[in-house]
């Protein structure tokens, strides 16, 4: 029932909604006039229209509120919906745990579901099983969430039993100790999931233990679930963190924000006044991992830097810049031949089997960068000459990866074509438009949002001007000012021969972080 969160669905704090929503609200006549072609800046224009659209008619608008213990209310009605998602987002994850008491968010939310002063674990289920709910829970390095997706009618009497969970839990030790083979079965399946890992060991070794929670693994040593972690630690840690200014009831669906604010404040309005919440800080230092498995056919890196936290201004630009470079996936071959992308370029490579490009935010800093995996080509060289299956992955993998860390770099001091930039700032604004398709996904934005800038959802319409407003020459002056000169992170899990050398990418990073570099 309660999982714990992907790295990779931290992807993008600046999510644009419907566009395409806006469009079919709208007359066809009104957004997009007959007759007009499908260049770029034909759908540049169409986005506009739609941007001023969903501008003028407060498309997804959201309403804010706050109790008198600082607990927060944020609310996206949607008056056709007769569902909705309801739940409660907390300031509170494995950033804010040290080694000592490493994986504790992530086992409180797991022993919540086992009963409450008011509720047993069997009342609890029945409640949401009874009424054809959908209740989940996942912890993520910076927040933890706990959500209920219901019908309207039922959304009170969710929210009430979620703020039981939240403020009267047990946490009886035969609970306690029952769920331990239950993370640890948890653990052992994300450790066998190698984009899991990898990521892990991205952050393990882009930042400084010493000085923040973020290099820490969110479920926690394999030592600290079977024995550390107790009750004591689990009641500190909801004590310090699970106090009225750090939370939100985030509601997106048929429910009124009147309505929203008065279950608020009957459920929630009695929680602790004092926010607790230690100062964010971190300490950046790069560095590599490498994990050599001899039996792995893939081979699998990644490759990162550090950049401006998820409020920053900046990141319009950089989200247009990470666009510009894009991705690419064997399985999906002929989506990526024609796209106006940098790594388009690779899909003659036989060994190679995807390009992920991922942006991980945090409130004062984001990890931005790529994922590469190759696996087992033809067999041949270039030249024609047999190689082995490692061989002609580690070729491969070398040349992309070197050919990708040169292109940032080269985008620092060669300007992208107006025709370019219109058709990556079209792609990047669907691409976002298609995340938000349900109710689920919208809630999951707008809690994400209310973390990562102080309380606010930036409208669709303010991410679609502003992401329409990035100039190639804010292309050009965030790439100098993040990537050129920065030092990497790199994690590397397959093949001992196919492991990419750190220095060698070093040496690609500084080698072109000169003007008009070529690759």
Same mark, same amino acid.
């Given at each position: 029932?309660?999982?714990?969160?992907?790295?990779?669905?931290?992807?993008?704090?600046?999510?644009?909604?419907?566009?395409?929503? &806006?469009?079919?609200?709208?007359?066809? =006549?009104?957004?997009?006039?007959?007759?007009?072609?499908?260049?770029?800046?034909?759908?540049?224009?169409?986005?506009?229209?739609?941007? /001023?659209?969903?501008?003028?008619?407060?498309?997804?608008?959201?309403?804010?509120?706050?109790? =008198?213990?600082?607990?927060?209310?944020?609310?996206?009605?949607?008056?056709?919906?007769?569902?909705?998602?309801?739940?409660?987002?907390?300031?509170?994850?494995?950033?804010?745990?040290?080694?000592?008491?490493?994986?504790?968010?992530?086992?409180?939310?797991? %022993?919540?579901?086992?009963?409450?002063?008011?509720?047993?674990?069997? #009342?609890?289920?029945? !409640?949401?099983?009874?009424?054809?709910?959908?209740?989940? &829970?996942?912890?993520?390095?910076?927040?933890?969430?706990?959500?209920?997706?219901?019908?309207?009618?039922?959304?009170? &009497?969710?929210?009430?039993? !979620?703020?039981?969970?939240?403020?009267?839990?047990?946490?009886?030790?035969?609970?306690?100790?029952?769920?331990?083979?239950?993370?640890?079965?948890? $653990?052992?399946?994300? #450790?066998?999931?190698?984009?899991?890992?990898?990521?892990?060991?991205?952050?393990?070794?882009?930042?400084?233990?010493?000085?923040?929670?973020?290099?820490?693994?969110?479920?926690?040593?394999?030592?600290?679930?079977?024995?550390?972690?107790?009750?004591?630690?689990?009641?500190?840690?909801?004590?310090?963190?699970?106090?009225?200014?750090?939370?939100?009831?985030?509601?997106?669906?048929?429910?009124?924000?009147?309505?929203?604010?008065?279950?608020? #404040?009957?459920?929630?309005?009695?929680?602790?006044?004092?926010?607790?919440?230690?100062?964010?800080?971190?300490?950046?230092?790069?560095?590599?991992?490498?994990?050599?498995?001899?039996?792995?056919?893939?081979?699998?890196?990644?490759?990162?830097?550090?950049?401006?936290?998820?409020?920053?201004?900046?990141?319009?630009? +950089?989200?247009?810049?990470?666009?510009?470079?894009?991705?690419?996936?064997?399985? =999906?071959?002929?989506?990526?031949?024609?796209?106006?992308?940098?790594?388009?370029?690779?899909?003659?490579?036989?060994?190679?089997?995807?390009?992920?490009?991922?942006?991980?935010?945090?409130?004062?800093?984001? $990890?931005?960068?790529?994922?590469?995996?190759?696996?087992?080509?033809?067999?041949?060289?270039?030249?024609?000459?047999?190689?082995?299956?490692?061989?002609?992955?580690?070729?491969?993998?070398?040349?992309?990866?070197?050919?990708?860390?040169?292109?940032?770099?080269?985008?620092?001091?060669?300007? %992208?074509?107006?025709?370019?930039?219109?058709?990556?700032?079209?792609?990047?604004?669907?691409?976002?438009?298609? +995340?938000?398709?349900?109710?689920?996904?919208?809630?999951? /934005? %707008?809690?994400?949002?209310?973390?990562?800038?102080?309380?606010?959802?930036?409208?669709?319409?303010?991410?679609?001007?502003?992401?329409?407003?990035?100039?190639?020459?804010?292309?050009?002056?965030?790439?100098?000012?993040?990537?050129?000169?920065?030092?990497?992170?790199?994690?590397?899990?397959?093949?001992?021969?196919?492991?990419?050398?750190?220095? &060698?990418?070093?040496?690609?990073?500084?080698?072109? =972080?000169?003007?008009?570099?070529?690759?």
């Amino acid at each position: 029932m309660s999982t714990a969160m992907p790295h990779a669905a931290t992807s993008s704090a600046m999510h644009s909604s419907s566009v395409a929503a &806006a469009a079919t609200a709208a007359t066809v =006549s009104d957004l997009f006039p007959a007759g007009s072609g499908q260049t770029a800046a034909d759908r540049i224009a169409f986005v506009r229209r739609a941007a /001023d659209w969903m501008k003028t008619n407060e498309c997804n608008a959201v309403q804010y509120g706050k109790l =008198s213990n600082g607990f927060s209310v944020a609310t996206m009605h949607l008056p056709h919906l007769t569902f909705g998602t309801y739940g409660v987002y907390i300031d509170a994850g494995s950033r804010y745990e040290t080694r000592a008491n490493n994986g504790t968010a992530h086992f409180l939310e797991h %022993l919540l579901f086992k009963g409450t002063k008011h509720f047993t674990k069997q #009342e609890i289920d029945m !409640l949401f099983e009874s009424t054809g709910s959908h209740f989940n &829970a996942y912890t993520s390095r910076d927040r933890t969430a706990y959500y209920v997706k219901c019908f309207n009618e039922h959304a009170e &009497a969710c929210i009430r039993c !979620l703020s039981d969970i939240l403020q009267y839990s047990h946490l009886r030790e035969r609970d306690i100790s029952d769920e331990r083979g239950t993370i640890m079965a948890e $653990l052992n399946h994300v #450790e066998s999931i190698v984009d899991e890992v990898i990521m892990d060991q991205m952050h393990a070794v882009a930042f400084d233990s010493s000085t923040s929670g973020l290099p820490l693994t969110i479920l926690g040593f394999p030592d600290m679930i079977q024995r550390g972690i107790d009750r004591d630690m689990m009641t500190k840690f909801t004590e310090t963190h699970y106090t009225g200014p750090r939370m939100t009831l985030v509601s997106v669906g048929g429910m009124r924000h009147e309505e929203a604010m008065d279950i608020a #404040e009957r459920h929630f309005g009695k929680m602790p006044s004092v926010s607790n919440r230690p100062p964010l800080t971190h300490r950046y230092v790069g560095g590599d991992s490498v994990m050599w498995n001899s039996r792995m056919l893939s081979s699998n890196l990644v490759w990162a830097i550090p950049i401006c936290g998820a409020s920053h201004e900046d990141n319009y630009a +950089l989200q247009v810049a990470h666009c510009a470079i894009g991705g690419y996936q064997r399985d =999906s071959h002929d989506v990526f031949v024609n796209l106006p992308r940098f790594n388009s370029r690779f899909v003659t490579e036989p060994a190679l089997d995807r390009i992920q490009p991922f942006y991980t935010p945090y409130e004062e800093v984001s $990890l931005f960068g790529f994922n590469f995996v190759t696996v087992p080509g033809d067999g041949s060289s270039e030249a024609g000459g047999a190689t082995s299956v490692s061989d002609h992955s580690y070729s491969t993998l070398q040349r992309v990866v070197d050919s990708n860390v040169a292109e940032w770099i080269r985008m620092a001091y060669e300007p %992208l074509s107006q025709e370019r930039l219109d058709d990556v700032k079209a792609i990047y604004l669907a691409a976002q438009t298609m +995340l938000l398709d349900n109710s689920t996904n919208l809630w999951e /934005d %707008l809690g994400r949002q209310t973390v990562h800038f102080g309380g606010r959802r930036r409208p669709d319409w303010e991410v679609a001007e502003r992401i329409l407003a990035v100039t190639a020459e804010d292309v050009m002056r965030v790439m100098k000012k993040y990537i050129v000169g920065s030092r990497p992170s790199v994690a590397f899990i397959g093949h001992p021969k196919c492991a990419a050398g750190y220095d &060698a990418l070093l040496d690609v990073a500084f080698r072109t =972080s000169q003007p008009r570099a070529t690759i």
